[in-house]
Structure formats: structure tokens, C-alpha cells
């Protein structure tokens, strides 16, 4: 019998989060049917966010287990970056809720974000070295823009082009980079990176998405020309790994 094969670009960290994410939101008609569960029916006033241990266990997001214990492994690491991400979400979801309520800089709100902004920040660093790692920065990300952080947002994302260069998550966040980074002074670094990923001489997937993105700037901004060589040492300072520590 053959043993199922884990494929890096498609994996159950991925793929588990969204449908997951929708299941919990309540399927009846009515005022409530678009706010998820724990919107209805918050956790008590001693915890912000309920735990995701009390939502769903890692072993159900992991795939059965096979003959190989590789890919026993491999799942069970699957499962547990999903379970995180799910936990991610659910903070998320709290904060926006608190946003939306006009109530974004209520320390109960800040409470909220940056402890999943820690959790993640962790999370980030405990998987290093694994595909879920590019993952779990993608959470990452979208809690320093809503934070504002929108410099280590760049250093983040300008480590994990040049340490990364054809993972999706990278292309796939392409044009918020472009858009971010030119917030805070740093475009041009920006650009040179995706100028360098555009010219990796393999196919992979996202090369068109940075290609796209590249070719929706200005003409001044359009022809940006990186050298192998050049792009190396274009952030001798900030060439920051996935797992940098801003402390």
C-alpha cells in the first residue's frame, strides 16, 4: 500500500485554516448569521479569547497516519501549526470586532492583539526551518499591519523573500509589501528584492504574481535592475532571517 505523500506547496497548514475558520460561524438565518460563534457567545470576563484547545484538537486537523513515520511526523506538525493559526484567527477576529465597535484602543483591544502578536512572534520561531514557518509569518504580518508596525512588517517580509524566495506566501504578499513599505521609507529595498525573486531562473509558483506586481508600478518605478550579486548585499543590515527577534 502506498504511503500518502506530503506536498510542500499545498500543505494541511494551509489548506485547514479557512474552511475551519467558516464551519464555526453559525449556518442560520438571522442578525447573528455573519459573527462567528464566540462574537455570539463570548468566552468569560477572566479570558479574551477563548483557547482553540476548547474549539478543536490538533489530531483532528492532521492527516490519518500512514505506514511511515516521516510523515507521521510531518502531519502531526501540520496539525499543530494549523491548530495555531486557528487560535491566530480567533484573535484576530476578537480584535477586529473591537475595531469595528470603535473600540481599538480600549486596553482590553491592545491586550488582545499583542498576545497573539507574542504567540506568533514564537510560533514563528519554534517552526523555523519548516514549510509552516512561512505560514505562521503570514499570521504574523497581518497582526503587526494592524498594530501599525509597519517597519518590522518590511524587515519580516524582506527576510522572508530573500531566505524564502519561492514560497508562495512571499508572492502572494507582494503587492501589501510594495504598498507597506512605502509607509515607512522603504520601497526601493521592496522592489529590489522582487526584482531579484523575477529573475530566479526556475519555475515556481508566484513568479507571475511578482511579475504582475512589478509591471502595475510607474514606469519609474517598473524597470528596477538587480544583479545577483547586488541583491545580496542590498540589506547588509536587514537582511533579517524568518525567525528574527526584534528583541
Not at 499570521?139 to 524566495?165: I, K, M, N, S, V
Not at 508566484?206 to 541583491?231: D, H, M, N, Y
Amino acid at each position: 500500500q502506498a504511503t500518502p505523500q506530503r506536498t510542500a506547496s499545498h500543505g494541511p497548514a494551509e489548506r485547514s485554516v479557512g474552511p475551519l475558520r467558516d464551519a464555526l460561524r453559525p449556518q442560520c438565518p438571522g442578525p447573528f448569521s455573519n459573527r462567528p460563534y464566540w462574537a455570539m457567545f463570548p468566552p468569560p470576563r477572566t479570558s479574551l479569547v477563548m483557547s482553540v484547545k476548547d474549539v478543536v484538537q490538533a489530531d483532528y486537523l492532521a492527516p490519518p497516519d500512514s505506514y511511515s513515520r516521516v510523515n507521521n511526523t510531518m502531519n502531526s506538525l501540520d496539525g499543530l501549526c494549523s491548530s495555531i493559526r486557528l487560535g491566530i484567527e480567533e484573535s484576530i477576529v476578537v480584535y477586529d470586532r473591537f475595531v469595528r465597535d470603535g473600540e481599538g484602543s480600549t486596553p482590553q483591544a491592545t491586550q488582545v492583539l499583542e498576545r497573539a502578536t507574542g504567540e506568533a512572534e514564537t510560533a514563528v520561531r519554534e517552526f523555523e526551518g519548516t514549510d509552516e514557518q512561512l505560514y505562521l509569518l503570514e499570521d504574523l504580518l497581518r497582526l503587526l499591519e494592524r498594530a501599525g508596525r509597519f517597519d518590522h512588517w518590511t524587515r519580516r517580509y524582506l527576510g522572508a523573500a530573500y531566505e524564502h524566495p519561492t514560497h508562495r506566501v512571499v508572492a502572494r504578499l507582494a503587492d501589501q509589501a510594495v504598498r507597506i513599505s512605502k509607509q515607512v521609507g522603504r520601497q526601493k529595498q521592496v522592489l529590489n528584492a522582487l526584482s531579484y525573486l523575477a529573475t530566479i531562473p526556475m519555475e515556481y509558483d508566484g513568479r507571475e504574481k511578482i511579475v504582475e506586481t512589478l509591471s502595475a508600478l510607474p514606469p519609474c518605478f517598473a524597470q528596477v535592475e538587480v544583479t545577483t550579486k547586488s541583491a545580496a548585499c542590498a540589506l547588509p543590515g536587514d537582511r533579517d532571517l524568518v525567525s528574527y527577534d526584534p528583541k
